[in-house]
């Protein structure tokens, strides 16, 4: 079959990806693996924008990003798996195309304005206020202008991305039309978000999933740690003595992942052996994570094999990372031509 339209992607690599990592994005991006010409960025440059002043372990993560993708299932037969920073022409297209944005328009960006509001949050925790200033960087303003170099560079039609990313997305394509008008070309296609739903997963402490948040469960946890942190989840808290029948809708991660990783049955068997004190919490967790421990567990064996290849692992991304390349100069020419340029 003829892959006609083009998606493109991409994560920042800031450590080991989570299971909230495979069921929103990576999931979705094994699906489309057959049936779109795919690109896959390991951003290492979006990751700077924050992380200017921690790039210790920057090498390590853009490793193990690929190790979760490739273990995952992410298929470089069948997609491009690339680094951003292997791609010099990525930065070219991102000054060309910081000339036509508007400051305005960045300054505006949601999805950026969160961003700044979280590294606030953090510093003035630690280090005061005056620390703040220094950190939003003029990068870090560029962040949804390199988005969109990153994704018109293949002139991708789709971009999947989750619904905090669509306000980059939406300036990408005030970009792309404002480019297409100026030069009064249609060279570029306007890139559309690709949202599917997908379900939230929390922390094992009922806040949202995150690395920083300590309240995270890796792809690439063991069974004996991930067993370990699902046993520390929150349950319901009426619930003291196993005697005491549970209520399954206070039991805010437990019972929302066996609904994401259980079949019907099993969840149905929980449900009742919950409300009517069959189980107490702890053989009700012990389940679970046997249930999430055999999903995983063909991933997490493939994974271990490959951490044992890293020269392997590193001439995929290299690989991959010379034919988005050859796309991006071919691109580039393109839009230098629109732009009367040499
Ligand atoms: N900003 C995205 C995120 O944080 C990562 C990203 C970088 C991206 N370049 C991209 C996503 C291009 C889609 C398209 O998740
Ligand atoms: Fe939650 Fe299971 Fe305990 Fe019920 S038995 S409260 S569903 S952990």
């Known amino acids: 079959m003829h892959k006609q339209e083009r998606i493109m992607s991409g994560?920042?690599?800031?450590?080991?990806?989570?299971?909230?990592?495979?069921?929103?994005?990576?999931?979705?991006?094994?699906?489309?693996?057959?049936?779109?010409?795919?690109?896959?960025?390991?951003?290492?440059?979006?990751?700077?924008?924050?992380?200017?002043?921690?790039?210790?372990?920057?090498?390590?993560?853009?490793?193990?990003?690929?190790?979760?993708?490739?273990?995952?299932?992410?298929?470089?037969?069948?997609?491009?798996?690339?680094?951003?920073?292997?791609?010099?022409?990525?930065?070219?297209?991102?000054?060309?195309?910081?000339?036509?944005?508007?400051?305005?328009?960045v300054e505006r960006d949601t999805t950026l304005k969160d961003m700044?509001?979280?590294?606030?949050?953090?510093?003035?925790?630690?280090?005061?206020?005056q620390a703040y200033s220094g950190l939003v960087s003029y990068g870090l303003l560029g962040y949804p202008v390199l988005q969109t170099a990153d994704i018109i560079q293949f002139n991708a039609s789709l971009v999947p991305v989750g619904k905090d990313q669509l306000a980059h997305l939406e300036i990408s394509r005030d970009i792309v039309r404002r480019f297409n008008h100026l030069y009064k070309t249609a060279l570029i296609k306007e890139p559309q978000p690709k949202l599917t739903e997908t379900p939230l997963l929390k922390g094992i402490d009922g806040q949202k999933m995150g690395k920083?948040?300590?309240n995270d469960i890796k792809i690439s946890?063991?069974?004996?740690?991930?067993?370990?942190?699902?046993?520390?989840?929150?349950?319901?808290?009426?619930?003291?003595?196993?005697?005491?029948?549970?209520?399954?809708?206070?039991?805010?991660?437990?019972?929302?992942?066996?609904?994401?990783?259980?079949?019907?049955?099993?969840?149905?068997?929980?449900?009742?052996?919950?409300?009517?004190a069959v189980w107490g919490c702890a053989e009700c967790k012990r389940e679970l994570a046997s249930i999430i421990n055999s999903q995983f567990g063909e991933i997490r064996q493939k994974r271990l094999e490959l951490e044992k290849t890293p020269?392997?692992?590193?001439?995929?991304?290299?690989?991959?990372?010379?034919?988005?390349?050859?796309?991006?100069?071919?691109?580039?020419?393109?839009i230098k031509n629109s732009m009367n340029l040499y």
């Open 212 to 214: 920083s948040y300590n």
């Open 221 to 276: 946890d063991s069974e004996e740690i991930t067993t370990k942190k699902i046993m520390q989840a929150i349950t319901d808290r009426s619930r003291i003595k196993k005697t005491d029948p549970g209520h399954p809708e206070l039991c805010e991660v437990v019972c929302p992942y066996y609904e994401i990783f259980a079949d019907e049955e099993t969840v149905k068997k929980q449900r009742y052996n919950c409300e009517n």
């Open 11 to 105: 994560m920042r690599p800031t450590g080991k990806l989570h299971l909230g990592h495979y069921m929103g994005v990576l999931k979705n991006w094994l699906s489309f693996q057959d049936d779109y010409e795919c690109f896959f960025a390991i951003a290492d440059w979006h990751a700077l924008t924050t992380k200017f002043d921690d790039t210790a372990g920057m090498k390590q993560n853009i490793i193990d990003v690929a190790l979760d993708w490739l273990a995952c299932g992410i298929n470089p037969e069948k997609s491009v798996i690339y680094l951003q920073s292997f791609i010099p022409e990525t930065a070219e297209l991102h000054l060309l195309l910081s000339m036509i944005t508007p400051q305005n328009w």
């Open 311 to 334: 020269d392997y692992v590193r001439e995929i991304i290299k690989s991959g990372s010379e034919r988005a390349r050859i796309k991006s100069a071919e691109f580039l020419r393109e």
């Open 116 to 129: 700044v509001k979280m590294l606030r949050g953090n510093i003035e925790e630690t280090e005061g206020a």
